[in-house]
């Protein structure tokens, strides 16, 4: 056994985490292959190589996934130290470059030269679709405002579906649940984010991000646009660029009146948090959200005003309420705060409720100590404490929009 153990420990110095072995990065200009700096890494690679997300065969293992900055252009390279075929005959390491072929569309450049070549080749690269929005935002570093413009493209223009292909690729690294879509279905909208800079006194276009958008029919003759996928790549977080892409689209689709209202696809909770901050953006100055009406409760004038003016559905105005409702009230005053705390809870409650009429029903089939274990289960006091912390949590995260208002 002790031989099988150090055969083990052996082997598994050939693990590598993908994580840490894609290192990924936009390029500009051609030292930026070399800097350091620039390289971001992937936040998931299951899809890719298992839930545990290993590569097995390798030492220093590098997967160089290289993209030019606004077509995309790819260079892919494997590169690492040793293999463990090297020392084991009959142990094989991953075929790691046919995984990532899996992922990435063909026409990808393996050498360096090449890339180079795909580099000068950006001074031609314009963005597709048309123009929806154009806004700057302050580059400490630089000192100077960064000029960045949001389009509206389909497949019908040219090289955008190529294009696309390569672009859709970054989903698979950073979003968790990630697919590709069917892009020969019509009902699909996308949105992209582009910046513009400066190269040797051209402008040139860098990627930023992108949305796409699923179009459902209602009936009998409305549609609700459904976001499904929405990615703003690593070197550009943190910078409001996702905001400004969800209010255009937003904008987009309310100027159409077959617009019935505007979802998303399985939220995560990050856009959870960044739709909250564009509704309410979008809704604080609608009469029904006045100061005065704030205090007098969630009313039928909300649902219907940010409903036909903004397509926004009852569920998220009651979010956009609770939140310009903590803005207008006084939390240091005991009699403002709970009210606020009162009517809040009143909501959180429901799914409490729910499950108390179901325990109801199952007095009537079921055994007494079957009833007891259900019960222990929804103790009343748990309750409590749950509903408490549910509380906390939603107002602590109603008071980060609040705060992102104020200073946007």
């Not at 153990?5 to 070399?34: G, H, Q, Y």
């Not at 590709?180 to 800079?197: G, H």
């Amino acid at each position: 056994m002790a031989g099988l153990s150090d055969m083990e420990k052996k082997l598994a110095e050939f693990k590598c985490d993908t994580n840490e072995a894609i290192k990924m990065k936009l390029v500009r200009f051609p030292e930026d292959i070399e800097d350091e700096s620039m390289t971001f890494n992937p936040e998931y690679s299951h899809q890719t190589f298992g839930d545990e997300e290993v590569a097995f065969g390798y030492k220093g293992l590098q997967i160089l996934l290289y993209y030019t900055a606004g077509n995309l252009s790819t260079m892919f390279r494997v590169k690492y130290g040793s293999k463990v075929s090297d020392k084991f005959d009959l142990v094989q390491p991953d075929d790691v470059e046919s995984k990532i072929q899996e992922i990435i569309p063909p026409g990808f450049c393996c050498g360096t030269d090449d890339f180079i070549s795909s580099l000068e080749k950006e001074v031609n690269f314009k963005p597709f679709g048309t123009v929806l929005h154009t806004y700057t935002v302050h580059n400490e570093e630089a000192g100077e405002d960064i000029t960045y413009q949001i389009y509206k493209a389909d497949m019908t223009c040219p090289g955008f579906r190529e294009y696309h292909e390569r672009l859709q690729t970054f989903l698979m690294w950073f979003i968790e649940t990630a697919s590709y879509i069917d892009v020969d279905d019509e009902k699909w909208d996308y949105f992209l984010v582009f910046e513009k800079y400066n190269k040797d006194g051209a402008t040139l276009f860098a990627t930023v991000g992108y949305m796409t958008v699923y179009n459902y029919y209602v009936y009998p003759d409305k549609t609700r646009p459904r976001v499904s996928q929405m990615l703003i790549l690593p070197p550009f977080q943190g910078e409001g660029h996702g905001a400004q892409l969800l209010e255009t689209v937003h904008r987009y689709y309310i100027s159409s009146p077959k617009i019935l209202d505007i979802t998303a696809e399985d939220p995560s909770e990050n856009f959870v948090r960044l739709r909250d901050f564009v509704l309410v953006k979008l809704c604080q100055h609608l009469p029904c959200f006045s100061p005065e009406k704030l205090l007098c409760g969630f009313s039928q004038e909300m649902i219907s005003e940010s409903q036909q003016k903004l397509k926004i559905n009852k569920q998220h105005a009651r979010r956009v309420y609770e939140i310009l409702r903590l803005r207008a009230i006084d939390m240091s005053d005991a009699k403002q705060s709970k009210a606020y705390r009162l009517e809040i809870k009143k909501r959180l409650v429901g799914p409490y409720k729910k499950n108390q009429r179901e325990m109801a029903k199952m007095r009537r089939c079921l055994k007494p100590e079957e009833l007891t274990n259900q019960m222990n289960h929804i103790d009343l006091n748990t309750q409590h404490e749950q509903l408490e912390e549910s509380y906390q949590q939603l107002v602590a995260e109603y008071r980060r929009i609040v705060e992102r208002l104020a200073q946007a």
